[in-house]
């Protein structure tokens, strides 16, 4: 079975629950990825597609640079036909998240991560090998504000969603890749991270293609 990256999003809230909203329904079957970053001293209470499927958690870190900390939520065959996530946290604060739903990958990662780096305005994770066409997804948090722009440019293979929510939030990268992959995201400015991260196989040994859908829409970032 080949596998693609569907569709992708991001969004940002000032309260105590964040909807994402992808451009269309997600397929039942498939996989949904939620990377987010989350004031260190609140906790995300509980993680749902608009239809009830919960995410579970798959990697978390603590804040190490005076970034935010960062969470990692997953759910696989999902039942759905909704087209959000909804993210609900434990105090009301300034939050920031994105999503992705893919199908064909396998249910476990390969390899997690929870790292950090210097200061430094372009940033690379170095995953390790996940098979085949693996998808790899990254994503990282800056000390103090600084804008995300684009992760790896040039590259047809690669796909960033991100904000330019004022604070310590950053983005998430991800890449379609066989073999050891780097997933790099430029910053506005110098700023020390931490970066999480997670390889997933494609299921059954097959292809992941890259994100091009002819009939689904991509959310742009805002």
Same mark, same amino acid.
């Given at each position: 079975?080949?596998?693609?990256?569907?569709?992708?999003?991001?969004?940002?809230?000032?309260?105590?629950?964040?909807?994402?909203?992808?451009?269309?329904? !997600?397929?039942?079957?498939?996989?949904?990825?939620?990377?987010?970053?989350?004031?260190?001293?609140?906790?995300?209470?509980?993680?749902?597609?608009?239809?009830?499927?919960?995410?579970?958690?798959?990697?978390?870190?603590?804040?190490?640079?005076?970034?935010?900390?960062?969470?990692?939520?997953?759910?696989?065959?999902?039942?759905?036909?909704?087209?959000?996530?909804?993210?609900?946290?434990?105090?009301?604060?300034?939050?920031?998240?994105?999503?992705?739903?893919?199908?064909?990958?396998?249910?476990?990662?390969?390899?997690?991560?929870?790292?950090?780096?210097?200061?430094?305005?372009?940033?690379?994770?170095?995953?390790?090998?996940?098979?085949?066409?693996?998808?790899?997804?990254? &994503?990282?948090?800056?000390?103090?504000?600084?804008?995300?722009?684009?992760?790896?440019?040039?590259?047809?293979?690669?796909?960033?969603?991100?904000?330019?929510?004022?604070?310590?939030?950053?983005?998430?990268?991800? +890449?379609?890749?066989?073999?050891?992959?780097? !997933?790099?995201?430029?910053?506005?400015?110098? +700023?020390?991270?931490?970066?999480?991260?997670?390889?997933?196989?494609?299921?059954?040994?097959?292809? !992941?293609?890259?994100?091009?859908?002819?009939? &689904?829409?991509?959310?742009?970032?805002?």
């Amino acid at each position: 079975m080949a596998a693609v990256v569907e569709q992708a999003t991001s969004g940002t809230v000032n309260g105590t629950v964040l909807t994402l909203t992808f451009g269309g329904a !997600i397929t039942s079957g498939n996989s949904v990825i939620v990377c987010a970053s989350i004031v260190p001293a609140n906790s995300i209470t509980s993680v749902q597609t608009g239809n009830g499927t919960s995410l579970s958690a798959v990697q978390e870190n603590t804040e190490t640079n005076g970034a935010y900390k960062q969470s990692l939520y997953a759910a696989h065959n999902v039942t759905d036909g909704s087209t959000t996530v909804v993210i609900t946290y434990n105090a009301s604060s300034n939050y920031v998240a994105e999503a992705l739903e893919a199908s064909g990958i396998d249910t476990t990662p390969t390899a997690t991560y929870d790292s950090s780096a210097a200061s430094s305005t372009t940033h690379s994770l170095t995953t390790a090998d996940g098979g085949t066409d693996a998808l790899h997804v990254g &994503r990282l948090s800056p000390n103090s504000g600084a804008t995300a722009s684009t992760g790896d440019a040039g590259s047809t293979t690669v796909e960033q969603a991100g904000t330019t929510f004022p604070g310590n939030f950053g983005a998430m990268g991800y +890449r379609v890749a066989s073999g050891a992959s780097s !997933i790099n995201i430029d910053l506005s400015a110098a +700023r020390s991270i931490d970066w999480i991260g997670a390889v997933y196989p494609a299921a059954g040994g097959g292809s !992941i293609l890259p994100q091009i859908m002819h009939h &689904r829409k991509i959310i742009g970032v805002s």
